[in-house]
T-cell receptor
Framework: AQSVTQPDIHITVSEGASLELRCNYSYGATPYLFWYVQSPGQGLQLLLKYFSGDTLVQGIKGFEAEFKRSQSSFNLRKPSVHWSDAAEYFCAVVNYGGSQGNLIFGKGTKLSVKP | DGGITQSPKYLFRKEGQNVTLSCEQNLNHDAMYWYRQDPGQGLRLIYYSQIVNDFQKGDIAEGYSVSREKKESFPLTVTSAQKNPTAFYLC???????????????FGDGTRLSIL
């Protein structure tokens, strides 16, 4: 069965610093991958998606993610973090052949931003 | 603008009471989902529906029930059998659902349910 792992439960970065949130997936072929963001008390918003082609994908709010097949990773990055980026971030993979809906979500990484 | 509307935003349940959470979408999506979110546990799938008049249990369906009589509506009932219902509930939809669908899910803003 496929799975998604977000190794970091909580990350704190200073405002203006760069950010990288890790996501590892398990799937034999090329997966379809997504990153979502959730502000406190809100629903999830789609940041970006990877289906095929260029392994560096651009998203909204200045985020980008890089697909690395050799490392089974799809890490989310931002060059300079703003205080408004404080939120929880979820990585997800399409659930091929599974029986529990079409996406499998990681458990999330909570981002705190220091002034 | 198209989107997903969840209501109410906050809901309180008394012991032994059933409550129903509303989820309406005007995106013309076939598939709809209900998730439960507890701190540190990510999203857990309660029920999902790939098409009108059909739905399947997710990982934690016990104590919950759903219906899908209309394409745009997927209400969730939290029954008295659910002993620990306090959580944040999220509804989502996608153009298509089920195995191999590569469509992203779109989420509502959630309902927070608490026990009185």
């Amino acid at each position: 069965a496929q799975s998604v792992t977000q190794p970091d439960i909580h990350i704190t970065v200073s405002e203006g610093a760069s950010l990288e949130l890790r996501c590892n997936y398990s799937y034999g072929a090329t997966p379809y991958l997504f990153w979502y963001v959730q502000s406190p008390g809100q629903g999830l918003q789609l940041l970006l998606k990877y289906f095929s082609g260029d392994t560096l994908v651009q998203g909204i709010k200045g985020f980008e993610a890089e697909f690395k097949r050799s490392q089974s990773s799809f890490n989310l990055r931002k060059p300079s973090v703003h205080w408004s980026d404080a939120a929880e971030y979820f990585c997800a993979v399409v659930n091929y052949g599974g029986s529990q809906g079409n996406l499998i979500f990681g458990k999330g990484t909570k981002l705190s931003v220091k002034p | 603008d198209g989107g997903i509307t969840q209501s109410p935003k906050y809901l309180f349940r008394k012991e032994g009471q059933n409550v129903t959470l509303s989820c309406e979408q005007n995106l013309n999506h076939d598939a709809m989902y209900w998730y439960r979110q507890d701190p540190g546990q990510g999203l857990r799938l309660i029920y999902y529906s790939q098409i009108v008049n059909d739905f399947q249990k997710g990982d934690i369906a016990e104590g919950y029930s759903v219906s899908r009589e209309k394409k745009e509506s997927f209400p969730l009932t939290v029954t008295s059998a659910q002993k620990n219902p306090t959580a944040f509930y999220l509804c989502a939809s996608s153009i298509t659902g089920g195995q191999n669908s590569n469509q992203p899910q779109h989420f509502g803003d959630g309902t927070r349910l608490s026990i009185l």
